[in-house]
Nanobody, 123 residues
Framework: QVQLVESGGGLVQDGGSLRLSCAAS????????VGWFRQAPGKEREFVVT????????YYANSVKGRFTISRDNAKNMVYLQMNSLKPEDTAVYYC????????????????WGQGTQVTVSS
């Protein structure tokens, strides 16, 4: 069973950058697509971006397209989320999770959620 741990969150000013990491345990990490989701206080969990098993295909939410970049290193069991030009509305807890059905924008297709990492963007 694969377990995920997110890191890299923090407090940043409007327009700043952060790089989130998602570390996976287990030997079958490259069998799964990986997605990032976020949840702001009082709001539902929201899809951010996903990456295919090989890393060759990605799919971004319109709200982050052009500002966020996802990548993965299967040799290191890592997925990264580079976030640039951050805005206050990006403030949320960010989660990574695995998908066995290919890369998808629906949280229902994901499992093995990490504990999340807080990102706060101040105006």
């Amino acid at each position: 069973q694969v377990q995920l741990v997110e890191s890299g969150g923090g407090l940043v000013q409007d327009g700043g950058s952060l790089r989130l990491s998602c570390a996976a345990s287990g030997r079958t990490f490259d069998s799964y697509a990986v997605g990032w989701f976020r949840q702001a206080p009082g709001k539902e969990r929201e899809f951010v971006v996903t990456i295919s098993r090989s890393g060759r295909s990605t799919y971004y939410a319109n709200s982050v397209k052009g500002r966020f970049t996802i990548s993965r290193d299967n040799a290191k069991n890592m997925v990264y989320l580079q976030m640039n030009s951050l805005k206050p509305e990006d403030t949320a807890v960010y989660y990574c999770a695995l998908s066995s059905v290919g890369y998808s924008g629906s949280s229902k297709d994901y499992h093995s959620w990490g504990q999340g990492t807080q990102v706060t963007v101040s105006s």
